[in-house]
């Protein structure tokens, strides 16, 4: 029986899912999205929430137990041809990721189920993504459709002024 038992085995030893859980969050907060089976991402999800809440705090015993449980590994990015370090995850966990939640209250992660399978043994997949990435997108969209509007009405003002400049020079004719 598995009375009090918490968490999902995934048919592995603890030592690999405890590796598995700390990489896959880790990817999750380079990326802020990674696609895998959907049990390793509802059992991901509550790892990760409860790290972006300790980044929440801020402090410096926060950092350390953060590091203490996901270890600090470096991102790396490629710049001309070469890879560069850009920093490391725990860096990006309490420097964008935390200020980022402060006003929520949870739920920092969704689930979204895809329609594919896994061709080796056909389990479902999913897409564990950090919510609110798209904020920036959708400000800069505004900002976009702020121009667009502008740059309509110049256009109809342009016109306004070339039919006058028109008539002017008929007139002057």
Known sequence: MRHRVAGRSLSSTSEHRLALRRNMTASLFEHETIRTTLTKAKEIKSFAEKLITLAKRGNLHARRQAIATLG????????????????????KLFSELGPRYLDRPGGYTRIIRLADRRLGDGTSLALLQLVGQDKGLEKSAEGKKKKRSKKKSQPAAETKSRAETAEAAESQQ
């Open 72 to 91: 600090n590994r470096a991102i790396y990015a490629e710049k001309e041809g070469e890879l560069a370090k850009t920093g490391t995850v725990i860096g």
